[in-house]
């Protein structure tokens, strides 16, 4: 089957706005510092929404992340990484993705789209795992679970500080849960 055919195959959601689960959901991403480790972080305030249409050429995701909002686990380091020379966060606040085509099947899925940040705008792909679907104990609503993976390059958004400490290629790992809408 070609990835065209399995653009419009059914999806196993309900069609509608789903709502991020904060509570459930996740961004974090690594670094190489030296080029002999790896440094882990994650951002702690973003959002996100999914529109489920009839097939996967109706659905869209975005999502905003608060760039001020890093956590290596190193407040000292954090702010550093929030200083005018590096994220600048006063005049770069948050980074944007928006989704512009969904494609795959079953439990693997990619998701195109544009990653923004600052005044900048690049493609990115995003490999997306789907969990499954499954009913909250509290309440009736039901849940859908997705981890995406992808990588980029700092230096295409501009953020080619630290050379030889840093690693260009920075990965990317979102866990999310969106619940259901209502009626769906």
Do not use: C, K
């Amino acid at each position: 089957m070609t990835n065209d055919a399995i653009t419009t195959a059914a999806l196993p959601l309900a069609p509608g706005h789903w709502a991020m689960d904060p509570l459930h959901s996740s961004v974090h991403f690594t670094i190489r510092h030296l080029g002999i480790s790896t440094v882990r972080g994650r951002f702690s305030a973003f959002g996100a929404e999914l529109y489920v249409g009839a097939t996967a050429d109706d659905v869209r995701v975005s999502a905003t992340i608060e760039l001020a909002s890093v956590d290596t686990g190193s407040p000292e380091r954090d702010a550093h990484l929030r200083a005018v020379d590096r994220l600048d966060v006063a005049r770069r606040p948050t980074m944007t993705y928006r989704s512009t085509r969904v494609r795959g099947g079953g439990a693997e899925w990619t998701v195109d789209g544009e990653l923004t940040i600052g005044d900048v705008t690049r493609p990115v792909s995003l490999a997306v795992d789907f969990g499954g679907l499954g009913d909250s104990p509290v309440g009736s609503a039901r849940h859908a679970g997705f981890g995406a993976r992808g990588r980029i390059r700092r230096s295409d958004f501009g953020l080619d500080f630290a050379p030889g400490v840093l690693g260009d290629v920075v990965g990317i790992q979102l866990d999310l849960q969106f619940v259901q809408p209502a009626g769906g």
